[in-house]
């Protein structure tokens, strides 16, 4: 089986862009601010240093060092709490859609997932809804195809029990099961199972018989 290998990279061009500014804008914003710090601390005590020597050449860059390292640390500090609140525009609709997928996969076809104003995988959100809308139908469909499959079965078998051997009305009932098992059928043709549409195995099923 050969690797897949990826072709486009800019599948969500909107979100990958936003996130690719934030990433980015926070870089700059670290480069600047190290910038700033380096040149009015170092070159600011070199300049109005008028004996400069290498002893106090020295001294002015280990000083220079504490100011940047501290000023490192409270970078890390703020670009950490930065990146909590823009991750979790991402982490929770992952973590609803992991949720509503828990809940659905229970039975519950009537759970939709709804995102926060802001957040992103709002087209995701839309696509769940419809998906889980699909199945709430193709199962309420299926449950009236299971309510006439029982009346049909009924009326066989009160056909068969007041021994009525009317060919015509045995073959009526006989149609309408047929009927609605081919309804039963086409609602669940669209289906996959083993990477074949139930269609697709239907029709194999046909030209094997034929």
């Known amino acids: 089986m050969s690797k897949q290998r990826r ?3 800019l599948i969500k061009t909107g979100l990958q862009l936003r996130y690719m500014g ?3 804008s926070t870089m700059l914003m ?3 601010g190290v910038g700033w710090i380096i040149y009015h601390t ?3 005590k070199i300049a109005n240093t008028p004996d400069l020597t ?3 050449l020295s001294e002015i860059f280990d000083s220079v060092n504490g100011i940047l390292l501290k000023w490192i640390v409270v970078f890390i500090f703020v670009i950490a709490i930065l990146s909590i609140f823009v991750s979790h525009k991402i ?3 992952v973590y609803r859609l992991e949720e509503t997928t828990r809940i659905i996969a229970s039975g519950d076809l009537t759970y939709q997932i709804h995102l926060r104003h802001g957040d992103e995988l709002g087209e995701l959100q839309e696509a769940f809804n419809k998906m ?3 199945l709430r139908n193709m199962v309420a469909k299926d449950r009236e195809i299971i309510e006439k499959l029982i009346v049909a079965g ?4 009160n056909t068969i029990d007041q021994k009525k051997q009317d060919p015509s009305a045995v073959e009526g009932v006989t149609n309408d099961l047929y009927k609605i098992i081919e309804e039963l059928r086409i609602v669940t043709s669209g289906f996959k199972i083993d990477g074949k549409p139930e269609e697709d195995e239907a029709d194999k099923s046909e030209t094997e018989a034929v």
């Open 22 to 24: 934030i990433i980015i």
């Open 54 to 56: 290498l002893d106090k």
């Open 7 to 9: 072709r486009t990279y």
């Open 132 to 134: 889980s809308d699909s």
């Open 42 to 44: 170092s070159w600011s």
């Open 91 to 93: 982490a929770g609709p």
């Open 154 to 157: 009924n009326k066989l078998k």
């Open 30 to 32: 670290v480069a600047f």
